[in-house]
């Protein structure tokens, strides 16, 4: 993963309440419309909408198992890593956006109950992960989002990149598959844009870790994306 330079704590730390002040009022903005788990343990795509998602196939392909499986994790790992630099830091993106990765590694679970496929994270602490290149990730990730307001924001938009990469790197076969997927990516573009916009505030660049400058350009340049059923 690549080295980013660093402030120093004690610099980045007085921009804190400035960025705090400015986050509140785009916290909207920062963050992105979740797929949501309703109670009844039916996936839908947007808040309250009731969108439900197309019919389980008789036989999920090996390799939408292993997607799933690998998907379940890197939510998880999203929202892990969101968690202790909102703690760390105290700003309103991170708790926003753990927020929506929450559902997002709930929509992922929801759908390895419908295909009885053993969920890898219920065994596991906060932080820890059954793939062995996600606890690498973590471990990495959270020790540079540590570092520095900056470097933890630059995490932010490095975890995003390394999400939407990973999903475009594996095309699901089945229907629903396919949605959740789709609408975790969307997701992710928004969040990307989220934590672009707050180092943005901070004067500071971002380059491109997972995806290409190009793929990072289109997505920026876009706007907050909605679910089909938010239009």
Do not use: K
Not at 12 to 17: R, T
């Amino acid at each position: 993963m690549t080295t980013l330079t660093t402030r120093g704590r004690g610099a980045a730390a007085l921009l804190v309440g400035a960025l705090v002040l400015g986050a509140c009022s785009a916290a909207a903005d920062d963050a992105a419309v979740p797929v949501e788990v309703d109670t009844d343990g039916v996936t839908t795509l947007g808040p309250g909408t009731g969108a439900s998602l197309p019919d389980p196939v008789a036989q999920l392909s090996a390799t939408d198992e292993v997607a799933l499986l690998f998907m379940r994790e890197e939510e998880r790992l999203a929202l892990d890593v969101y968690t202790v630099l909102g703690e760390e830091w105290g700003l309103p993106v991170f708790s926003n956006i753990a927020e929506a990765e929450a559902t997002h590694t709930d929509a992922v679970r929801v759908l390895l109950e419908r295909y009885g496929l053993d969920d890898p994270v219920p065994s596991r602490e906060a932080g820890e992960y059954a793939d062995p290149t996600l606890q690498a990730a973590y471990d990495e990730l959270v020790a540079l989002g540590m570092t520095s307001l900056e470097d933890a924001l630059r995490v932010g938009a490095i975890v995003e990149e390394l999400d939407i990469a990973d999903l475009r790197a594996r095309p699901a076969d089945a229907p629903d598959v396919a949605q959740v997927f789709a609408s975790l990516e969307r997701g992710s573009r928004n969040h990307l844009r989220a934590f672009v916009r707050q180092l943005d505030r901070l004067d500071a660049d971002y380059a491109p870790t997972h995806l290409t400058q190009a793929e990072v350009d289109e997505i920026l340049a876009g706007n907050i994306e909605r679910g089909p059923s938010d239009a």
